[in-house]
């Protein structure tokens, strides 16, 4: 495995680039065992979390990644734990709203997909 920082820093580039231009681009990063917990509630398979990031409820958006951390996750294969959190510019808000994420990434080939991703966005209280 290549320098795990290099890596997150290399995927997350990508997936938020393709998010905030491109959300339907973002299928080929998912398989059909991968996972999506938004919010709170879990959405399983490629198609099902690309359905569910095409439709989200606005048309422009922007991350602004603030903070970005990754490990090893297993002594096994070449995988790893990516936690990302930053904010969200919705439809030119003049109000970002703060956000976390987490990807487990696994080898294929070459690269990676996302096993697992959990995205929640963090109110004050």
């Given at each position: 495995?290549?320098?795990?920082n290099t890596i997150a820093k290399q995927f997350t ?36 979390i690309a359905e569910k990031l095409t439709s989200l ?66 109110y004050g209280a």
């Amino acid at each position: 495995m290549g320098d795990i920082n290099t890596i997150a820093k290399q995927f997350t580039d990508f997936y938020y680039t393709t998010f905030d231009t491109n959300r339907a681009g973002l299928h080929s990063l998912y398989r059909d065992v991968s996972m999506l917990t938004w919010e709170g509630t879990p959405i399983l398979g490629a198609t099902a979390i690309a359905e569910k990031l095409t439709s989200l409820p606005f048309e422009k958006v922007q991350h602004k990644v603030t903070t970005l951390d990754a490990q090893p996750s297993s002594p096994s294969i070449a995988s790893l734990i990516v936690s990302v959190t930053g904010l969200l510019v919705v439809d030119d808000s003049t109000n970002p709203l703060q956000f976390s994420q987490v990807f487990q990434l696994i080898p294929d080939g070459s690269s990676y997909y996302v096993y697992n991703d959990i995205f929640r966005l963090n109110y004050g209280a």
